[in-house]
């Protein structure tokens, strides 16, 4: 299909060549190998003389199909689809870098991203410096002359911090270094990192891109000349993507725009209700005037997304009163889902890191995140009311006098 088609049509139409059978949706190639016509064809294909599917380690039609589509969406030459999104994470990171060399990242990341930098590249050699995102002044003179990659995750999971990517790019370009983003919370619908520079963007497919809590997924995307780099570690470190989920995960793409749509929609009507409540604090939205980076929010993303993070006054026993309260929003640690979660960071996704960490991404022990789901939007509105009413404290009753 033509490459100038809208983002839903490509969403929709790109698919691998189904010709055989003539099916309307793409089948599942659930299979280890594919067979070689000969001798001489077995020996050219692994040679790269001929481009084809070996061996489903290496490729396969139905991840193929995924990242075909998954690349147009964001923009990219080409992309790997990867088991999960900390493999993509990981993969992107380890085939490129070396031992000596430093990585410049945003100090607000996803606690297995963290992880990674922290606990297992030091033993590798990698070193890392952390940047805080709201002191960009700061961040030219954090680079060093064995930098190689700048790693940042916008809107960052959970503090909802944003980094200008525009001048991101510029600052990559500038020290010719490879500028790297999680866009896992954007999705390529509301936001495309190489349009401002960027030459590596990846993905937990686990989120809004499969957006029904059914898999675990990942892809990296980017320049030609990086993700074959990054096509050889995969192959060879073996974390590939099981046909089922991969063409489960191209099947979801078609629906990306229209649940995007309303996953910002939801989340934006009930940020505003929210915000103004009196038994809640720090209420954080992308799109709400209050956010910290609401211009540039506007500036780089089409939406506001699906995730909105406050407080419970009252602290963190109101704040565990107030989850357990709820009866319909799910208490559990995914996110980007049909349906809505609430999560506390601090005692689950990000429980491995010390209190210290936490406070200085805005992970306070009283956070709450809510991952906003297509249901009706007053459902949702009136469970987290009612677990708010069920979960104040009951004023004493004085009794005589
Ligand atoms: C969930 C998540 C990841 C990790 O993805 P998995 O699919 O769970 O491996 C990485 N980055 C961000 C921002 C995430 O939300």
Redesign the pocket.
Known sequence: MSENKHFETQAIRTQSDNSLQREHASPIYMTSSFVFEDAEHARAMFADEIEGNIYTRFSNPNSNEFIEKLSRLEGTDDGVATA????A?FSGMAALLQSGDHILASRSL?G??HQILTQIFPTWGIEHTYADVDKTEEWESLIRPNTRMIFV?TPS?PGLDLIDLEWLGRLAKKHDLILNV?N??ATPYLQRPVEYGAHLVCH????FIDGQGRT???AILGDQELIDKIRFFVRHTGPALSPFNAWMLSKSLETLPVRMEKHCDNALRIAEYLEGHEELSAVKYPFLKSHPNYELAKRQMTHGGGLITFEVKGGIERGRKFLDNLRMLSLTAN?GDTRTIATHPASTTHSKLSEEERCSVGITPGLVRISVGLENVNDILEDIENALRASKPVAKVVVGS
């Open positions: 999960s999104g900390m493999s994470m996803f297995s991203t995750e999971n999680d896992c919370f937990s497919a686990t989120k675990i997924g990942g996110l």
